[in-house]
């Protein structure tokens, strides 16, 4: 009796453990379905915020997704995409490269990365990639195909990148944009019009605007007889050759003109050419590209040399995406020489003018400029000073090493207020250097402080160097006397 007893207690026991067991098990696949119910909710909520298009939201919990799937392509590709778009490129590329080949428009949007830093021989394999998926009904082929072509010649002109010596640059709404061109009065007239700008040569004799045909902007010329103006005469194919041609300029030797163009096989949008005119054939030649960093991907326009004051204009929007307004840089007139034995990087940020983005200045001590007067010759005889070292072109066969060199007591004394001015000169262009590197990694506030300084000592520069360019004239014309 006792061990028939025992064994039903027994049996009542195993029982109870396997319903403890069973419980246990119950809690832990309610916990487990409760997590991929929250899980699926939160890539269902990260893909509702992407379609949205509410990136940095999306991308919080992309994020997360990853820590748990780090090898997901379809949360590496989201996630990448809301990086772009948000403008954390770095990231977007190395999530982009880890989310493989399985979406196919990864390429698409690579490229698009690669093509806005310029690198453009990855740009061109990504588009390359992308084409097999998509026909030419695809609203991303035509954007391919362009930026594709552009790539290639944005390479091949990144092989020759103009030196140029920036003056000053000015952001200024684009209806005002002739306010920060400061020309001498033989420069000739330029006017804003509807469709680009209208220039009048300084003797009021001929002119030259666009006009609209058959769905294009083509640049005319206009010959002044008298008092009435001539029937304009449309200039020829090997200027008017894309669907706009605006904004011309004619030196005053009368033959060289530049104007804008969006004409096949530019770095894109309107860039700035040249060409001249040839009196033997009567007729104007091929146009050129004067290249980088004039020209961007962006539209530039308006190139205007000022051969009196020794400055050129253009102006530019590639900084300024989105807004109505253009900035415009003063250079250097000067030989055209090319950039050399610089990394890629470099080349790049110097051809995309990225180093001078928006300047305008803080107010700071600068010193005055040396007014051009005739000094007061001294009557003392020359000191030990006076055979100091020194580096003095006076002509092609004539160059003074010395103090001692120079025949003319006036003429040496202008020259050693010219060494003086030449480095004030050097001191305010490396803090005006240091300004615009300082405004371009500020923040908003510290580059609101700054914003009205920039121009002043620019300005105090271009005036400075043209009365350094002065004196040496004078230098030299007081010499010549002896």
């Known amino acids: 009796m006792h061990s028939v007893f025992q064994r039903i207690q027994n049996k009542l026991g195993y029982l109870g453990i396997f319903s403890e067991m069973k419980r246990y098990v119950s809690i832990l696949l309610f916990l487990a379905m409760t997590c991929l119910a929250g899980y699926g909710q939160s890539a269902r909520q990260a893909d509702d915020l992407f379609n949205a298009r509410e990136y940095a939201k999306a991308r919080t919990i992309y994020d997360a997704l990853l820590r748990k ?18 403008g954390d490129l770095t990231a977007a590329e190395d999530l982009f490269i880890k989310a493989g080949t399985k979406y196919p428009l990864r390429n698409f949007f690579l490229g698009e990365l690669y093509f806005g830093q310029w690198r453009m021989p990855e740009a061109l394999a990504a588009y390359e990639a992308v084409l097999p998926s998509i026909d030419e009904q695809n609203e991303r082929y035509p954007i391919v195909m362009k930026h594709m072509a552009e790539a290639q010649v944005i390479a091949r002109y990144l092989k020759h990148v103009s030196r140029i010596e920036v003056l000053g640059v000015q952001r200024v709404a684009k209806s005002d944009m002739l306010g920060a061109y400061t020309l001498s009065e033989e420069c000739g007239i330029l006017r804003l019009d509807s469709l680009g700008s209208s220039f009048t040569t300084q003797r009021g004799d001929r002119r030259y605007f666009s006009v609209r045909d058959s769905g294009r902007t083509m640049l005319v ?23 706009t041609t605006n904004y011309p300029f004619v030196l005053t030797d009368g033959a060289t003109l530049y104007f804008a163009s969006d004409r096949e096989g530019g770095l894109g949008g309107l860039d700035i050419y040249m060409t001249r005119y040839n009196a033997a054939l009567g007729e104007w030649l091929p146009a050129e590209n004067i290249g980088m960093p004039y020209n961007s991907p962006a539209d530039d326009y308006l190139y205007v040399a000022d051969e009196h004051a020794n400055t050129a204009y253009f102006a530019t929007n590639r900084h300024c995406t989105g807004t109505d307004s253009v900035e415009v840089y003063q250079v250097v007139l000067s030989e055209r020489t090319f950039l050399k034995g610089l990394a890629h990087d470099e080349l790049v940020a110097l051809a995309r003018l990225d180093s001078l983005i928006t300047p305008t200045l803080p107010d700071i001590v600068t010193p005055a400029p040396a007014a051009p007067v005739m000094p007061t010759v001294p009557t003392a005889p020359k000191t030990a000073h006076d055979g100091d070292s020194i580096f003095f072109v006076l002509n092609d066969s004539h160059i003074y090493t010395s103090l001692d060199d120079f025949r003319s007591d006036t003429a040496r004394v202008l020259y050693e207020q010219y060494m003086r001015m030449q480095q004030t000169q050097q001191q305010a262009m490396e803090m005006l250097d240091s300004l ?27 005036k400075r160097k043209r009365t350094l360019h002065d004196t040496l004239s004078q230098i030299r014309s007081l010499e010549a006397q002896h």
């Open 69 to 86: 799937q780090p090898a997901h392509p379809l949360y590496l590709y989201r996630a990448a995409r809301c990086a772009q778009e948000t």
């Open 221 to 243: 010329s206009q010959q002044r007889l008298l008092q009435d103006w001539e029937e304009p005469d449309t200039l020829r194919a090997t200027i008017n050759s894309g669907n």
């Open 436 to 462: 615009r590197q300082q405004y371009y990694q500020a923040n908003d506030a510290t580059r609101a402080s700054l914003k009205a300084r920039i121009p002043i000592l620019s300005g105090e520069i271009d």
